[in-house]
């Protein structure tokens, strides 16, 4: 049955979140052990939870992308999957035709009349297709594996204006730019947020689309939950739940069998996606069927 923008899960998801003040986790995910981890995460915390692919995952194995979607639907409590910077419009088409319940539609390496044109023109076309999108005004710095490196392009921070016309082509959820960066902030110190910006940024989403945060490595809680109380409803996570995970891979690799690496690694991310959930407050949200 074609899917339609009406039961969309992500937008029903965010908005919930929204409306209860709390955040919802957006793992990062590369393989079996992160898509194992979220799923017995969200389960045991009963929360609502959504996994992230790259368009990566299309060109690596599209397997990666059915496990995803058995992992959706098979879950007891609410998951959903998002396709996070699809940065060509090929890829976006070709992600469209899976299961994604959101793609983020990430134009940010053109100019900003450009990004606007392709975002409005790509996001009608994924809306007709049942899926919501989500937008980058501004840029974000920096990088993370699985996204292309888009150069030297210096990071652009987003204005309420900005965000208003990106809201006004349509977009279902937006990813502003307002000092936080992809990859490492190297050291805690350099996290510097403009949590104005935030305030004038949501003033231009209320009521019509929902702000998700991108770049949160190494964020202290406080942090974390100060974004959700300026009004960020998803919060993507990488090294946040995958630290453990990288450390415990590197020293074991070769030292211990391969089915153990696997399943204390998938306990590692488990671990540190139940303890981000207490911290965004979703723990228990994830009862409503949706
Ligand atoms: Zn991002």
């Known amino acids: 049955m074609p899917k339609s923008m009406k039961d969309n899960r992500a937008v029903r998801m965010l908005r919930e979140a929204e409306e209860g003040g709390y955040g919802i986790i957006g793992v990062v995910s590369y393989n079996l052990e992160t898509i194992t981890a979220v799923v017995r995460a969200a389960e045991k915390k009963r929360s609502p939870a959504q996994i992230l692919l790259f368009p990566w995952a299309l060109h690596y194995s599209p397997l990666l992308i059915h496990l995803a979607i058995a992992a959706v639907r098979t879950a007891t409590v609410p ?17 469209s035709d899976y299961d994604f319940d959101s793609i983020m539609v990430d134009m940010s390496h053109y ?141 074991n690799t070769g030292k211990v069998p391969l089915t153990e690496l696997m399943g204390k690694g998938t306990d590692l991310i488990q671990e540190l996606c139940e303890y981000q959930m207490d911290v965004m407050g979703s723990s228990g949200k994830g009862e409503v069927r949706y």
């Not at 009004?231 to 415990?248: A, F, H, P």
Request: charged share 30%; net charge negative; proline share 2%.
């Open 79 to 95: 998951i959903v999957l998002h396709m996070d910077h699809a940065q060509s419009e090929d890829e976006i088409i070709a992600a």
């Open 111 to 251: 100019e900003k009349e450009e990004n606007l044109e392709k975002t409005e023109r790509i996001t009608k076309m994924l809306h007709g297709k049942g899926i919501a999108t989500e937008a980058e005004p501004g840029r974000i710095n920096g990088g993370e594996d699985g996204v292309k490196d888009t150069g030297d392009l210096e990071g652009l921070l987003t204005t309420g204006e900005e965000a208003a016309r990106f809201v006004s082509t349509g977009i279902d959820f937006l990813a502003p730019a307002f000092g936080n960066v992809h990859g490492n902030y190297g050291g805690i110190e350099n996290i510097r947020l403009e949590y104005d910006r935030l305030t004038s940024i949501r003033e231009a989403c209320k009521g019509k689309a929902q702000m998700v945060l991108h770049g949160t490595n190494t964020f202290p809680d406080e942090t974390t939950q100060k974004c959700i109380k300026g009004g960020m409803t998803r919060i993507n996570v990488n090294d946040l739940v995958l630290s453990k995970y990288n450390e415990y891979v590197k020293e």
